[in-house]
């Protein structure tokens, strides 16, 4: 098995454990989500593997944050 099929691999499985729906959980406070939101955009800036999930990822915890105050 060459890389790419391991990096297809993987992104789909990033990709399969954001979209199928299961029950929310509170794990982290709102700073903790912003930090790790942080962390996504930067991932996301790349063209590796994951940088699209990343990139999702992070949009989907900047629209369920509240605003900053």
Request: hydrophobic share 40%.
């Amino acid at each position: 098995m060459d890389e790419m099929d391991v990096d297809e691999k993987f992104e789909h499985r990033l990709w399969t454990l954001i979209d199928e729906p299961g029950e929310r959980v509170p794990l982290l406070s709102a700073n903790e989500a912003r930090a790790a939101m942080e962390l996504l955009r930067l991932l996301s800036l790349g063209d590796g593997v994951g940088s699209d999930v990343a990139r999702q990822l992070s949009s989907e915890i900047a629209r369920r944050l509240p605003a900053e105050e």
